[in-house]
């Protein structure tokens, strides 16, 4: 065997989108505020996906105006509508469906109040970046004159929103049921290069094809693949947590050891678009099931390189160099056998 | 404490204070000086959030004695651009969506400009090697490497400043690249996670924590503690007021030790007192008398007959068991030409986010106890912890604060309740903030999985039964294994139909950290078998790994495993789109790596030899390969 083997593997994976075998919930207000901007309140969004941009562009395009105009109120339980957690995959799901319907009922107040104004019918109106007209005339007013306008006429633009996704429990006995409306696929190929002498495995290119339902910020969805990925790498070779008789041994970084920016492969995102049906966004998520492929895909590549399947995680120097050293000394033996 | 008139010069402004000179760098610049956008993530130089410019060399503060910065100039990241401004580094990381969390960006920002400072004309490799110091858990580092190579460019007059600006909209902010609104706050430092915040008159907390396994609580007494000057209070299980106990989905975990600790870390009792220090050396004066129990390490321990109990509700140790049956594997196995068995097993996996967990919990005007977190659950913390305090829902507020990673291990509500008990112990506000060993020592851990795996398949790859089995430790406490385990088997076989399944998933209870929610609560470690399976499957079969996946993969019309009729399901179409994007060459996955012609193009980056990458000539330009 040469000293460097390189190879390729694949790995598909499902996931299903907001918590699980349950009903989930979550709500917004939303209201048209002064100078054409916007507030919206919600119980919970930002851990570092990137939700409040996403919530954000929701907001701007279902009310007409830019992103950076909308000001988010948020995680407070005293002061905003429940949302649940931050997890499951569910924050474009259930909080941005919720800030678009929220956004939905304050832009129809305002719509109402607009088309009364104008003498048109309310369905006649389009508004985005910060421009509202009718459509099918010359009447145009930027969404800063709408508000105020409005508001002169007496009427405040708010709404508020929910969105439900309805998961069913599952059967204690054969496990049946629904437990969610909508489910993700995403597939994963990953090439790399093992040195045979050290054991040392390199992912040197990854290719990462995941349904999302619809993309809101393309950026942000390639963020949390290459997040995804790389967690899925560090598990695949290196990450351990061990503790011996229940005392932790690899208590802090220098034991623990994590991927850096030495590590990771270059990495393609393609983003699949299968919108749900059943949401007013059509977006699903993609937070979680961006790694669950990797691992897996990492593990067939190195098979494929050099003939070894490695069936305990993670993928180690050690482990890989044994491996090795084992199908070495069955493949004489067989040869021995042979002769 | 001894002090000593400390002069610098930092952010260009000179200053000048008594301070102690034996603390860190980092506790000068974050507590005297409240420039907080300097961050501990480790507190051991593993990590790079703490970095700062010392006499223009980029250094980590929190390896150096403020003593040894006497005299120096300091540049934190509050002082590189000027305020309401942004440096091209900064707008860099703002273009390419760099910043998650965040907590890793303020170093980051800094190693960046020790780049761009020290080798403007530095290589993606180059980049890469020294930016290497630098741990960022969310991004995956792609993005920032872009931004750094982006921001080279622009620095170096390679590329206009132009390509820093916003992307101009189209007809929709829906799919359009709206740069992150909280990119800014991160980039300058100036977001505040909790562990950065202060109010007026706020004490410090410090937790003492068990170092034995298993093991009884005979006797916990604080009068010695309680004494010391500088103490405001100390608190045990004894000063909760109402029902003690929360978790995910069973309410099993005290919020300190209740009569028996059942992991190492485990918090007792916790002091607040005027600062860290004095509260973590009034901890040494706590007495607890433990005696000792047997302990449970092995998840397959737990299940044997007379083994240990852990948690008196359960003798069995079983946290959770979900079932899953479709069809009838014994037909289903009679009916294949090929039968597969093996085992798999995956680690315990650190969350390892930047941000240690950190709180700060105060009673307000209207004896609202509220506690601002980095809680991935408000609304069920806010519950669990009325209950806790026997508080009507209304009396108690949860703020969540920025979070700084996450990843399902900031859903455990595991020290909000004993900021929450202090500060009504003291009507003082009280902060918490973990150090990275406490952290990993008291945070839940991904589950380690084994599983057992029997697969029939037909000649031609058509899966006819699955039997699944799996085992995870689940640790001392619930958390979330039971959703883990519901997760975990729904998604078990994969995004293929099979008409004949038995899945079971199983959560123990043993004596070790606690596994918990973690970024596909169970998702990976099932489907990391079921992939494998399908691969050693191909192989025997001599079928290409895609063609062997399409010949079981879902379609509108399937019936999962937990029997849900799909209307939809896009594995065709990202299997094509990963296999078309990767120009994958078909063949049986036998070893094929050596004959392989889709190996080294586009998508894939150049091998590094570790040591050749470290004797690269600065001036080259070359991938070393
Ligand atoms: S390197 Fe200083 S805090 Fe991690
Ligand atoms: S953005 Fe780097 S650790 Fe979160």
Redesign the pocket.
Known sequence: MQRRMRGRGVAASWYGIARTATVDRAGAWAELDDGGTAKVVTGVTEIGEGILTVLAQIAAEELGIRPEDVTIGDNDTARSPEAAHAGATRQTYMIGNSVALACREARARLFAEIAAHWEVDAGALVAFDGELRAQGTNLAMTMAEAVDLCKRRGVVPVGAGHFTAHGTGLNPEDGSGAPWQAYVFGTQVAEVEVDTVTGEVQVLGLWAAHDVGRVINPRGVEGQIEGGVVQGLGQALMEDYQTANGHPVTHGFAKYILPTALDVPEITSILVEDRDPLSPLGAKGIGEPALVPTAPAIINAIHDAVGVRIRSLPATPEKVLAAIAEKQAREAAAAKAAE | MPEMKLEMQVNGRKVMRLADPGQRL?DFLRDELNLTGT????????????SVFVDGKLV????MPVAKAQGAEIQTVEGLAKPGELEAIQKAFHKTGASQCGYCIPGMVMAATSVLREAPEASLDEIKERMGGNICRCTGYSKIIEAVALARDVVTGRASPAVLEPETVGESYIGHNVRRLDAPSKVTGRLKYAGDMVMPDMAHMAVLRSPHAHAEIVSIDTSEAEAMAGVACVITAADVPGTDGFGVFVHDQPVMARGKVRHVGEAVAAVAAEDAATARRALTKIKVEYRDLPGLFDPEDALKPGAPVIHDYAPDNMVKHIPIRKGDIEAGFAAADLILEEAFSTQQVEHAYLEPEAGIAYVDHDDVVTVISPSQNITHHRHMLAGILALPINKVRFIMSPVGGGFGGKEDMIYQGMLALAAMKTHRPVRLVFTREESIAASAKRHPSRVTYRMGLTRDGRITAIRFEMLSDGGAYGMSSEGVMRKAAILSCGPYEIENLWIDTRAVYTNNTPSGAFRTFGGMQAQFATESMMDIAAERLGLDPFEIRRRNMMRAGSLTHTQQRLTSASIDRVLEAAEQASRWEPGAPTMRGPMRGDLGGPGTRAPCTLGARFETPKDSKERVA
């Open positions: 980092l961050k501990e993530g480790c507190g051991a130089g593993e990590c790079g959030t703490c980590k503060s929190c390896l």
